[in-house]
């Protein structure tokens, strides 16, 4: 099984500001997909990226796949309250279907 | 499409009870997975099939874990004898194909082992 390592693991920062969290491994994946999980709830995926140097925007979220496909981060630009919740990277491994995820990073935005 | 249907939502059981939980997979998808989530671990994966056959089931603690998967809408993941340490939220997620790993989880199930 490839290892997925996320930082940091939690994260509590003020409303407006700006925070980035990583997911690096040292192994190759297909794709590499970002997850928000909610209290009580299962995680909902927001992106999948699968190629290397990829960036793709969803509002004020940017998430970008390393040229090697090996790692991948996640930025939020002016955070909100509504942004609070359980990130989790996973990456599809390249022997198979299997989906690998991180520990994820526990985001908390204080109004 | 009601997504993945998870039951029940929390099951408090005793030691050594037989203890089984229910997944309905998006109907049309052909992947099911499912998965334990702890703080101590994360989301780990315990087993997963394909066209209702398991195809990895290297993550599946020990024996007292089995799943099956009968039908295309509907799977069991049961544990027996139940342990505290099995305690944690179970997951069940599908997907549509296997070239297209992006999942759909329920709601999970809250096992709580006392």
């Known amino acids: 099984t490839q290892l997925l390592e996320q930082s940091p693991q939690f994260l509590s920062i003020q409303e407006g500001e700006n925070l980035t969290v990583y997911c690096n491994s040292s192994s190759v994946f297909s794709s590499l997909q970002w997850y928000r999980q909610e209290p009580g709830e299962g995680p909902v995926l927001l992106v999948t990226?699968?190629?290397?140097?990829e960036v793709k925007k969803l509002k004020r979220l940017t998430f970008q796949f390393g040229d090697a496909r090996k790692d991948s981060s996640l930025h939020i630009t002016a955070a909100q309250p509504g942004d609070t919740g359980l990130y989790l990277c996973a990456g599809e491994e390249t022997s198979g279907s299997r989906l690998t995820f991180g520990e994820g990073t526990q985001l908390t935005v204080n109004p | 499409d009601a997504g993945v249907i998870q039951s029940p939502r929390h099951e408090v059981t005793e030691m050594g009870q037989e203890v089984t939980l229910r997944c309905k997979p998006i109907s049309g998808h052909n992947s099911l997975f499912w998965y334990r989530q702890t703080m101590m671990r994360g989301l780990e994966l315990l087993i997963y099939f394909n066209n209702n056959v398991p195809i990895d089931d290297s993550g599946m603690p020990e024996d007292r874990f089995s799943a099956k998967m009968p039908n295309a809408s509907f799977s069991t993941l049961k544990i027996q004898p139940s342990e505290p340490r099995d305690s944690a939220v179970y997951f069940c997620a599908s997907i549509r194909d296997l070239s297209n790993t992006e999942a759909f989880f329920g709601q999970g199930t809250r096992l709580t082992v006392v």
């Open positions: 990226v699968v190629t290397g140097g």
